[in-house]
């Protein structure tokens, strides 16, 4: 069952974000990326939870990571649309070998060169961590022209 964490709204420093971040847990083994998207979208993204909707200068943006390929892709593929589409930019995270690079490319903002991200296993996620971290301080608007 997908829960939220913590909403947007529950802290205002960065240190209680981070503490947050660093108490969240991984939920199970079936990656129901789509659920995942239509959450994010519905619930998280939204103004009663902290997001600012209207205010083009804040970013919107998810960033998902994920060690399997998503439960149905179809279904993953038409949130990731629908995500973007409400202005949620997407970064993507594949760890291990069991992610489809084909879907995790389809699933990022575009460009999905930028935006897209894969280590081999989770002891190697720094390697990447870096650009990341500058997408999420930028905001995905200053690297992407679209985000659909």
């Known amino acids: 069952m997908l829960q ?8 205002t ?10 108490k969240l847990y991984y939920g199970g083994n079936e990656a129901n990326l789509a659920a995942a998207l ?7 993204f939204t103004t009663h939870n902290g997001a600012r909707v209207g205010d083009r200068q804040v970013a919107k943006l998810a960033v ?7 439960s149905n892709l179809t279904a993953t593929l038409a949130e990731a649309t629908a995500t973007r589409k409400a202005g ?4 993507t995270v594949g760890i291990g070998t069991a992610v489809d ?5 389809a699933v990022a903002s575009y460009p999905n060169y930028h935006t897209m991200f894969q280590a081999d296993r989770l002891s190697n996620l720094s390697t990447v961590s870096d650009p990341i971290k500058r997408i999420i301080c930028r905001g995905i608007n200053s690297l992407c022209q679209h985000l659909v």
């Open 38 to 44: 239509r959450l994010v979208r519905s619930h998280v």
């Open 4 to 11: 939220v964490g913590f909403y947007l709204n529950n802290y």
């Open 13 to 22: 420093r960065t240190v209680d974000v981070t503490s947050a971040l660093g």
């Open 64 to 70: 998902v990571f994920t060690e399997n390929r998503s």
């Open 101 to 105: 690079p084909y879907e995790l490319s």
């Open 88 to 91: 949620i930019g997407i970064v």
